[in-house]
DNA sequence: GGATTTCTTGCATTCGAATGCATATTGTGC
DNA sequence: GCACAATATGCATTCGAATGCAAGAAATCC
């Protein structure tokens, strides 16, 4: 077999400009080019187009890592978001880059698959000397103890933890909840039923605590409660678990997230044979999408996601601009959407 | 009104440890411990006991962005998806996450609104030196030219461009549409419909032109095509002006994605009072989660979406590796996923 | 016009880790 | 125990931009 030419790289990829490239083709020194790419820099305005016109012309672009390196200011945030798969969270990140972008920061993704991850996850966060992080994602205490040990800023997106101070941005689950139970209590529903989230997350348990505390407070209790995890499939399987019990099914069920009011629906209407509203209200909590489609038209709490994810990003930015700044939580009420899936009075 | 004393901020915050505090505490030299955490390095077991005695203690972490200054290699992709609400993706973006974690690499995220903001994204990512991208976005063949002048290896998801040499994952459109017209005619339909993706949606166009051509291999022609936007309302939507159409609806709606197949089957249902499948079939295209709610039970095509990460993650990485090696495109074939919206006989 | 202030600019150093080269140390073979 | 190889280590430099300081240029004032 002869041997064949190695044709070279299609390209010789010239390593990017620096810019000494810059300040030796416009004859100034290195430092007058980074002034110039400096707003509020001292420069005079015939400087600044010599070295503006030479960089155009070899299409310098800053290097933004050299840069992070010397001012200790990588304009990174990471968001760690524990399940994408929950309808809920795509929306919140896309809001998040867009803002982050808006105000020319880039933003590490990183996700979850177990809760238990954390850790390990946030050992990929550190060597990066991010400017903060915006959680969407169980952390323990010190997991907070550690950012602020290194001086991270921290702010949490629908979640918090008792008892450490820490910047959250979350929708107010209480008050939605007791919307919830106030509106199907008002239409006429006694038999209540709630279909809660895991234990583990805290709005989950919020959303249970406060509406079983409001069903209480009208003279309502004994009240079941099954758990679930947020997926379709556990909206079905607490269907099935409802039927079963004895008395019958529950004239009212209060789900901790739309997606499984939607899976519990799907169940009790073809699995079951009941009709919604007439034979069982279900109501969800978030407001996504599929919860305003013709099969469910879903009643529910709609988050502000747009101002709560403007909430977190200027929470962090302020933090990061001025560290050790107080902690801050920011509550904001979420909108009843009602929807024919429940009878409803508000 | 008196001045008040303004408290310190509540930490120090001390500063990183850096690999020369490292070598101090253990009395080496800082090139000693640089060695020390990168294996393949050549260094004595004593040393490295003793470098990562101290490390430990100190709490050292080495800092990347100094490691990517010199290396050139930042470890940093880019990933970017044009519309994150549309429901696919979500689970492609985790997907992808997760695989470029477990090699060691971090994920930038950029998510464009329109398509036009592709241009100024890219101005974002220059400066960070990602070492690879990934686009599930369209691009222009400039941008694809600006990628090999820098020499930044691109992978396209679900895209190419016809007649640029690019790296591309895909999943077989054409052989998947043809499967979904195939069933639906063995079953009997013979009065189709398309509702298909935006023009400039590459995979829509695809499987608009298979379905098309498959059915004229049928000898079903004039068959009528309504542009949607991918999303559930333009299902709807294109559900009404079928139903407007002259000689009544068609028997058998192939949508260009899940989602307006939701939308369509949702609108022809209650809109317009037909059932699916004995007076219509409808299909869809993705497999994404809702399609298999019961209230849907789409037929559909599934993309293998592990398989097509995985290979996107591992041909960055091997253009990365190699910067320069030739291009290629991977075609997976989707996975037929039979529900109960549409007469089908596969 | 000369003295003084205000802008501009360049020089030299810094950020923190990686690495080629030279030197020191250890190990091997006989 | 000696010569030589193999391995370990340190020194000095590098990556690319930012910045304190001092010197030079321009503007201001009287």
């Known amino acids: 077999m002869g041997t064949r030419f190695q044709p070279k790289a299609a390209t010789p990829h010239a390593r990017p400009m620096t810019s ?11 430092s007058a080019v980074s002034r110039c790419f400096k707003d509020g820099a001292s420069v005079s305005k015939k400087m600044r187009e010599r070295v503006m016109k030479a960089a155009a012309e070899v299409g310098y672009e800053p290097n933004a890592i050299a840069r992070s390196l ?3 200011r990588s304009n990174l945030v990471a968001v760690l978001i524990s399940n994408l798969t929950n309808l809920y969270y795509p929306e919140v990140l896309a809001e998040l880059t867009a803002r982050f972008s808006a105000v020319g920061v880039r933003v590490l993704l990183f996700t979850l698959q177990r809760e238990a991850d954390a850790s390990n996850t946030l050992q990929l966060i550190w060597p990066y000397r991010v400017d ?9 205490p010190d997991h907070v103890a550690e950012f602020s040990r290194r001086g991270v800023p921290l702010v949490f997106y629908n979640r918090y933890l008792n008892g450490v101070a820490v910047n959250s941005v979350c929708c107010d689950q209480e008050d939605g909840a007791r919307l919830l139970v106030d509106g199907l209590y008002a239409a006429g529903s006694r038999r209540f039923a709630i279909v809660a989230g895991p234990v583990d997350s805290i709005v989950g348990v919020e959303r249970k605590t406060a509406a079983l ?4 407070s009208l003279g309502i209790e004994d009240v079941p409660v099954i758990e679930g995890d947020y997926s379709y499939a556990s909206g079905v399987a607490a269907a099935a678990t ?3 019990m004895d008395g019958g099914p529950p004239d009212a069920v209060v789900c901790a997230n739309d997606v499984m009011a939607i899976g519990a629906l799907d169940a009790f209407r073809t699995d079951h044979g009941l009709r919604a509203p007439e034979d069982i209200s279900i109501v969800g909590f978030d407001g996504v999408g599929p919860a305003s489609w013709r099969s469910y038209d879903l009643t529910t709490i709609r988050q502000p ?5 403007d909430a977190a990003v200027s929470l962090l930015m302020s933090h990061i601009e001025e560290p050790g700044s107080a902690c801050e939580k920011r509550v904001f009420t979420g909108q009843l959407q009602s929807g024919s899936s429940a009878r409803f009075k508000s």
């Open 213 to 216: 505390e409001q069903l209480e």
């Open 242 to 244: 409802l039927m079963a």
């Open 70 to 72: 010397i001012t200790r």
């Open 20 to 30: 000494y490239d810059v300040a030796h083709l416009a004859g100034v020194s290195q």
């Open 305 to 309: 996601v747009r101002r709560m994810t």
């Open 132 to 140: 903060g992080v915006i959680a969407a994602a169980e952390l323990s």
